[in-house]
């Protein structure tokens, strides 16, 4: 969840893109929760990293159906990735969404039990088309939603809407699916951030998923194939076969210790801690649709929405 970007990149160079978690990512000398500079950083880096991920991608996880899956509509944060969203039931003619992690604020890590809501932001986003080029820069009015408590999402809401993103870029949002994703299925780890897919399967739920003062639940367990690194937290994670997205990557245990920063364990109910380094997680995202209404307005009073409140 806060590996440095430095680290990320020399695992990719000495290692040959060996496992890392999917954290955001912070320059070496900064403090928790600041963002790193995409644009000085990527020019030196990108190329290295890209050639080498999508070369262990395609070696790792062939899949007929990838080819259904782009980074249309994927964004690049300061620090981390994410993606443009609409609800089941939203409107053209709604303010458009970003999703991404509760971590990955400019603020820095919403404490435990911390809920924000409807926080003036100007954050920026760059959107990507279905080849990973930057095609414009998306502005945040509001950050609707934001809590790294049951779960770790942070949703913005834009100043554009749908139809003017889709008319200016010919570019639609991801639909996010409102039902409990499925085990065995065939997923995509979209990183806007390095513009790289890592293919795999959902290999199950983790009941809680523990990580430092933090604690998740029922959390998404990839396959070991979706190796993500550094930056890729808050991607979407897409379902191959319908194009929606189902969950939000936002960690992985990469020394093998239990339940510190950066190495989460799964916590049964029973209680037993289990382990498993080199393993990446995200969070459900199926109940955040009952808690927006209309114009994708934030209603945590609705009668079905189960987010944690303020």
Not at 125 to 147: D, E, I
Not at 225 to 252: E, H, L, M, R
């Amino acid at each position: 969840m806060r590996k440095p970007l430095v680290a990320a990149l020399s695992v990719l160079a000495l290692a040959g893109m060996g496992t890392a978690p999917a954290v955001a990512a912070e320059p070496a000398a900064a403090g928790v929760g600041k963002s790193v500079d995409t644009d000085t950083v990527t020019s030196v880096v990108h190329d290295l990293v890209t050639s080498t991920t999508a070369a262990v991608n395609q070696a790792t996880s062939p899949s007929p159906t990838l080819q259904a899956v782009t980074l249309a509509g994927t964004v690049s944060l300061s620090n981390c990735s994410g993606s443009v969203i609409r609800f089941p039931n939203s409107l053209d003619t709604d303010p458009a969404l970003v999703l991404s992690n509760g971590h990955c604020l400019t603020s820095g890590f919403p404490a435990p039990g911390q809920v924000i809501t409807n926080q003036a932001s100007t954050r920026t986003f760059g959107l990507l088309n279905s080849s990973g080029s930057r095609v414009a820069t998306l502005r945040a009015s509001k950050l609707a939603y934001a809590t790294m408590t049951d779960t770790d999402v942070s949703i913005y809401q834009l100043t554009s809407t749908y139809a003017t993103i889709k008319s200016s870029y010919n570019i639609s949002p991801l639909t996010v699916q409102d039902t409990h994703p499925t085990a065995g299925t065939a997923i995509t780890v979209a990183s806007g951030y390095w513009k790289t897919l890592y293919n795999c399967n959902i290999d199950g739920f983790a009941y809680r998923l523990k990580e430092g003062d933090w604690t998740w639940k029922d959390s998404v367990r990839y396959t070991s194939a979706c190796n993500t690194i550094g930056g890729t937290s808050g991607s979407p994670v897409i379902d191959q076969a319908t194009g929606k997205v189902v969950a939000v990557n936002n960690t992985g245990n990469e020394d093998g210790e239990s339940c510190t920063v950066n190495n989460p364990c799964e916590v049964s109910e029973s209680g037993t801690v289990t382990v498993r380094q080199g393993i990446n997680y995200a969070q459900e995202i199926y109940n955040i649709p009952a808690c927006f209404t209309t114009r994708n307005q934030l209603n945590l009073s609705a009668s079905t929405c189960t987010l944690p409140k303020p």
